[in-house]
């Protein structure tokens, strides 16, 4: 089992940028797929970024790519993504998650562990 603590939201103008990360606990971080997921108010949650176990293989959601990177640290045991030309429409909590079996994925209910989320406000 593994748990994931979610940090770096906050406040920012359109166009900013923010790096969330994610810590997790547990010596086996390297063999989850790692993702991040968004909930925007009144909105369902919905898929942002992906990266592999090894960190060789990514995938974005089409309203980010080209803004976020996900990227991973697996001796230290976190995930990132970092998020520029921040829009209004990006405004929700951010949550990370784990997968612990299987590839790659955008499919949320394949996810097995979530984080908390941190909340990310991008102002007009």
């Known amino acids: 089992q593994v748990q994931l603590v979610e940090s770096g939201g906050g406040l920012v103008q359109a166009g900013g940028s923010l790096r969330l990360s994610c810590a997790a606990s547990g010596p086996t971080f390297s063999i989850y797929v790692m993702g991040w997921f968004r909930q925007a108010p009144g909105k369902e949650r919905e898929f942002v970024a992906a990266?592999?176990?090894?960190?060789?293989?990514?995938a974005y959601a089409d309203s980010v790519k080209g803004r976020f990177t996900i990227a991973r640290d697996n001796a230290q045991n976190t995930v990132s993504l970092q998020m520029n030309s921040l829009k209004p429409e990006d405004t929700a909590v951010y949550y990370c998650?784990?997968?612990?079996?299987?590839?790659?994925?955008?499919?949320?209910?394949?996810?097995?562990?979530w984080g908390q989320g941190t909340q990310v406000t991008v102002s007009s």
């Open positions: 990266i592999s176990q090894s960190g060789g293989s990514t």
């Open positions: 998650a784990a997968d612990r079996y299987g590839t790659i994925s955008s499919r949320e209910y394949e996810y097995d562990y």
